[in-house]
């Protein structure tokens, strides 16, 4: 599976964006996807997690009922819909792939084998 990442920019606080993330290679079929997040000088963060097929959805704290998550079947494609964006959601964002991954484990980059090039969300206050 390859991934492409796409959507980042520049916008205001309180501003939305919605990245895309494109598989190509084979679909999805019983991967979970993932979103996270690197800001400069920090470790990669989980922003949240659906399994494709279906059910099971993690989100982390820091970006519920901001964020959201949803898959285009047809386009085999996974989108992150953020809304009121705030200065500390800054980071670069990667999608991510991963099979055989149960809920307890969705928020853990390493359990994930595919990954997208991620894409620059910048904030300005």
């Known amino acids: 599976v390859q991934l492409q990442a796409s959507g980042g920019g520049l916008v205001q606080a309180g501003g939305s964006l919605r990245l895309s993330c494109a598989a190509s290679g084979r679909s999805f079929n019983n991967h979970v996807i993932g979103w996270f997040r690197q800001a400069p000088g920090k470790e990669r963060e989980f922003v949240v997690a659906?399994?494709?097929?279906?059910?099971?959805?993690v989100s982390a704290d820091s970006v519920k009922g901001r964020f959201t998550i949803s898959k285009d079947r047809a386009k085999n494609t996974v989108y992150l819909q953020m809304n009121s964006l705030k200065p500390e959601d800054t980071a670069v964002y990667y999608c991510?792939?991963?099979?055989?991954?149960?809920?307890?484990?969705?928020?853990?980059?390493?359990?994930?084998?595919?990954w997208g090039q991620g894409t620059q969300v910048t904030v300005s206050s």
């Open positions: 659906i399994r494709w097929s279906g059910g099971s959805l």
């Open positions: 991510a792939a991963g099979v055989g991954l149960i809920l307890s484990t969705y928020r853990s980059p390493d359990e994930y084998d595919y």
